[in-house]
């Protein structure tokens, strides 16, 4: 490892101003993917700023739905009722997340922003755009088999590996965030950005910028979701695909359909189109097999990563069918 300064954060203004003094100074919260990274230096920062000390843990309810404070564990959200009531998707999209011990450190903040497991990504002795820009991507004719078929670029075909961020977007989660020039609030679909030709930057956030909290707003689709995860090992494994749905019914049609994907595009991703296709649809398993079929529309797989797009069909239709028979 190289060596690092470290400074426990006393409060969100120094920490939001000593990140924004150098451009080698990063966060750490629950450091389960931190750790790895300057590990394997991946990454070696000047300097550590440890968000821990600062008061965002608490998980809310507030006028429209619930607040869960950037420092929140995961485990501590799976164990909230009224997020398991509320807002089924999030707690499955946890649960179905690395191992409970994994939980009991990892923060809500930090899973967002974990970085993509993309093999050459985290080994420094091989050419990778994201870890080292202008350097090449070996994943493209690679080892490309957990790589994204959706939303890559010629320089970079990571795929986004969280899967809470999957099951907030398609709850349309908001997104609290703290930088220099104050306070502002973002749809959680507008955290993350394709690599396009700067596959080094993931997020839109702001040099200094932490968040805060996620918010998400009580609705009647949000209560009848689902998330599920296909993945090579039953647990302690990332995605290789998976669905986030949420429907809202109105006298046995589908008023609104909500699903994002994961494990297969290089962003927490929203299947509008297939959304589209089950607006004011009367509900039927028949329908779900056909506009499952459009989920991997616009897909561009690899010579080993192909198979993605037949298993996110079955997510979704899966998933939806799950959705459907609590109608
Ligand atoms: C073996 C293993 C299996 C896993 N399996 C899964 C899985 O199946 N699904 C899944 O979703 N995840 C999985 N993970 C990833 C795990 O969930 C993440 O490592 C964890 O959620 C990161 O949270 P953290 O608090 O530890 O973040 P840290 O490691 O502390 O930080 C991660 C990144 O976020 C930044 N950061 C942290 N908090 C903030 C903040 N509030 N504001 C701004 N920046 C911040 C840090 O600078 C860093 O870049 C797995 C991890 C391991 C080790
Ligand atoms: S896909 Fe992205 S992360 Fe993987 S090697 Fe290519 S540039 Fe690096």
């Known amino acids: 490892m190289v060596p690092f300064a470290y400074l426990a954060a006393p409060n969100l203004r120094s920490a939001i101003s000593r990140a924004t003094r150098s451009s080698r100074a990063e966060f750490i919260a629950g450091g389960t993917d931190m750790l790895q990274l300057l590990q394997e230096r991946v990454r070696a920062p000047e300097e550590l700023i440890d968000l821990n000390g600062l008061p965002l843990s608490d998980i ?25 009531e509320q807002f089924p998707a ?9 191992s409970p011990q994994i939980r009991n450190m990892a923060s809500v903040g930090g899973n967002l922003l974990q970085r993509t497991r ?40 990571a795929a986004y590996p969280g899967d809470l961020a999957i099951a907030l977007l398609a709850l349309d989660a908001k997104v609290e965030i703290a930088g220099q020039s104050g306070q502002r609030v973002i ?5 993350h950005r394709l690599p396009d030709d700067a596959p080094h930057v993931d997020t839109t956030l702001r040099p200094g910028d932490i968040i805060t909290a996620v918010s998400i707003s009580t609705s009647d689709f949000a209560r009848r979701s689902c998330f599920l995860k296909i993945r090579d090992r039953a ?3 990332w995605a290789l695909a998976s669905a986030a749905v949420a429907l809202s019914m109105d006298h046995g049609k589908i008023r609104h359909a909500r699903i994002a994907v994961g494990g297969v595009a290089t962003k ?12 004011d649809r009367e509900l039927h398993a028949d329908l779900f097999r056909r506009v499952a079929a459009l989920a991997a529309d616009g897909a561009q797989p690899r010579t080993q990563n192909g198979f993605k797009a037949e298993l996110l069909k079955r997510v979704v239709e899966r998933a939806l069918r799950q959705v459907g028979e609590t109608a």
């Open 118 to 157: 993309c093999l050459y990504f985290r080994d420094v002795a091989t050419p990778c755009n994201k870890r080292e820009p202008g350097s090449g991507c070996s994943a493209l004719d690679g080892e490309n088999r957990l790589n994204a078929i959706l939303g890559g670029s010629s320089q970079c075909i």
């Open 268 to 279: 927490p991703w929203r299947l509008r189109h297939v959304e589209q296709a089950l607006t």
């Open 187 to 191: 749809p959680l679909d507008e955290l």
């Open 235 to 237: 647990s302690f494994e």
């Open 60 to 84: 809310e309810i507030t006028a429209d739905g619930i607040r869960i404070g950037a420092l929140a564990r995961m485990a501590q959200v799976v164990s909230d009722s009224r997020v398991r």
């Open 90 to 98: 999030v707690t499955q999209a946890l649960l179905a997340s690395a």
